[in-house]
């Protein structure tokens, strides 16, 4: 129907058609043609104006516009065409759905887009909101059969109560190095790259201290530092002079499970045997299974804690360690063994691989 047929728009109506608050990037089609249809109707220039939160300079020429050519729509942009189609911009995301680690140039090759740069192609994929590029998170590889086997562990676990979670006494070794190695960020100038207080200093064979832990839900056991290269023997020693002694002041009534993980010195017949004798049963580990292990968790927040120290050599490392142990808050130590559940959910959900954990 022509604009000048239309029928009187009453002010109500006119009043609905008020645009939101703030400024507008573009009148749509349909405002162009009830602006014109308000002009024939016997509105002014700028009430019209007001009503669309435009000048009245923009009526006017819309007006005229429409007098001369009978249209409101827009002339096509004279900048330059998108070398992409929306056709393409659909099966470059469908190519990164398919597999996260693909290369633009790739996509570039694989969809025949040789019109388009490589740079292009991360553009799309960029604006279209649904993915942004990371660098790969870290995560230890874990083989099909060890995949299997975390799922086999979690499914004979995952009906554990919280109860039966605060009776495991978790164990682990860890190194912690002479010199704090995490990354950290400084204020500095756009030339102070190179300012002492503003870059870190990197060893080539950086000292460390390696140590044995174990603690439950509601206290720490012993800190053990580890001297040389620890074999089966030096552990059953470790296991007799350390884990016993935690077993007895935090669990009395021996009414608790030890975890360990699979590692080769704590599956040899040495400690096999000694802790086949002891009264206190093992937890069966699946391999490759660090995210399962809430000590792992407890080693990072054990180094935050020291890493503003500055030791100046091993011992002074370890004694700081070890007072940092000591002063571990109680109720952190019961939010790691209370995480088990959550964190046998996420291996399920994950079909067996590596979890944020």
């Known amino acids: 129907m022509s604009l000048y047929g239309a029928s009187f728009t009453s002010l109500s109506n006119i009043v609905s058609m008020k645009s939101s608050k703030g400024k507008r990037k ?13 002009f024939t109707q016997g509105f002014s220039y700028s009430f019209i104006a007001r ?8 009526v006017w020429r819309l007006v005229q516009k429409f007098m001369c050519t009978s249209s409101t729509e827009r002339r096509p942009g004279s900048g330059r065409r998108r070398k992409t189609t929306p056709r393409e911009d659909s099966m470059i995301l469908r190519e990164v759905r398919k597999t996260r680690r693909v290369a633009a140039h790739r996509i570039r090759k694989d969809l025949e887009l040789e019109k388009v740069s490589c740079q292009t192609i991360r553009r799309r994929i960029k604006e279209s909101g649904e993915f942004k590029s990371y660098w790969a998170t870290k995560k230890p590889f874990i083989s099909e059969a060890n995949r299997a086997k975390r799922l086999e562990w979690c499914e004979a676990h995952k009906d554990w109560t919280i109860e039966q979670w605060r009776r495991v006494l978790w164990s682990d070794e860890s190194p912690f190095h002479l010199r704090n190695g995490k990354r950290f960020r400084v204020w500095r100038g756009a030339h102070e790259q190179y300012h002492p207080e503003c870059y870190k200093a990197t060893v080539k064979h950086d000292k460390k201290v390696m140590v044995w832990g174990c603690f439950a839900a509601h206290g720490v056991g012993d800190l053990k530092r580890v001297v040389g290269i620890m074999d089966a023997k030096m552990y059953h020693g470790i296991l007799q002079w350390h884990m016993k002694p935690s077993v007895n002041r935090l669990f009395p009534d021996k009414n608790c499970i030890f975890q360990q993980d699979n590692d080769p010195k704590h599956t040899a017949h040495l400690v096999r045997n000694y802790l086949a004798n002891y009264e206190v049963p093992v937890l069966p580990w699946p391999s490759q299974s660090p995210d399962l292990n809430p000590i792992e968790n407890l080693w990072s927040i054990l180094d935050d804690k020291v890493k503003d120290r500055r030791p100046q050599n091993e011992d002074q490392l370890f004694e700081i360690l070890s007072n940092a142990w000591q002063a571990l808050d ?24 590596p979890t944020k954990y």
């Open 26 to 38: 573009a009148l749509t089609s349909s405002d162009r043609e009830r602006m014109v249809s308000l």
């Open 330 to 353: 109680p109720e952190l130590l019961t939010k790691l063994a209370d995480s088990m559940p959550k964190r046998i959910e996420a291996v399920c959900a994950a079909r067996g691989f």
């Open 51 to 58: 009503e669309y939160r435009v000048s009245p300079s923009t």
